[in-house]
Structures are given as structure tokens and as C-alpha cells.
């Protein structure tokens, strides 16, 4: 399995990104990927899941309203849309991956792990 995250740039506060996961290798629909963020000193976060098998999905509540999370089966790879972007959504964003339906943003069930793209959020 290789998951592949890209999008990330540099931004003005109430901008927006859309990050994207490519996801290569699973042979099966049951996965969930999910998107997580880590600042220089700060712990990683999770933010949002998505279940491949039914198409839920999950937030934190730190990011609702401002995160939406979608799957584009043209090029099987889940999307985070980051709206209203602040200085503090300023981090290192990860995609990652375990083989399962559930919904969960603890990042030590995941397994694979993509390369992360760097967000930067400043005027």
C-alpha cells in the first residue's frame, strides 16, 4: 500500500488548500483513510476519516465547518478541503491508511503512511 499526500503551499489566512491522497495498492474497499497534521512541537493531530467501504466520514471538532473531506474515485484518492485557513492550521499534513471500516482519527491504529505536505498560513 503507498498513499501519496500533495496540495500543501503557502497561504494567506482565509485562503484555502485542497489536499489530496493518493492511495495505490489495496485490493479490497475496506480501508479508511485519514488526515492528520503536526506543528513544530505540537503532538499530531487527527482531523478527519473516511470509511472507502460506505463513504462516512468523521471531524475533530477542532476543524467542523471548516474541513470537508471527499473521495475522487477518478483518481482514487481522498481530498481534504481546508477552508478559512488561520495561521494556526500552519503543520505538516499526513494521509494515512489502516485495512478496516471504522471511523477513527487515533493516529496509532493507522498502518501506512504517506509523505507529508507542508502547510503554511501567513500574510
Known amino acids: 500500500v503507498q498513499l501519496q499526500a500533495f496540495g500543501g503551499g503557502s497561504v494567506q489566512p482565509g485562503g484555502y488548500l485542497r489536499l489530496s491522497c493518493s492511495i495505490s495498492?489495496?485490493?479490497?474497499?475496506?480501508?479508511?483513510i485519514g488526515w492528520f497534521r503536526q506543528a513544530p512541537g505540537k503532538e499530531r493531530e487527527g482531523l478527519s476519516c473516511?470509511?472507502?467501504?460506505?463513504?462516512?466520514?468523521s471531524y475533530a471538532d477542532s476543524v467542523k465547518g471548516r474541513f470537508t473531506i471527499s473521495k475522487d474515485n477518478t483518481r482514487n484518492a481522498v481530498l481534504l478541503q481546508i477552508d478559512s485557513l488561520k495561521p494556526e492550521d500552519t503543520a505538516v499534513y499526513y494521509c494515512?491508511?489502516?485495512?478496516?471500516?471504522?471511523?477513527?482519527?487515533?493516529?496509532?491504529?493507522?498502518?501506512?503512511w504517506g509523505q507529508g505536505t507542508q502547510v503554511t498560513v501567513s500574510s
Open positions: 494515512a491508511s489502516f485495512w478496516g471500516s471504522r471511523l477513527d482519527l487515533e493516529y496509532t491504529y493507522y498502518v501506512h
Open positions: 473516511f470509511s472507502n467501504l460506505d463513504g462516512s466520514s
Open positions: 495498492g489495496y485490493f479490497s474497499d475496506r480501508y479508511a
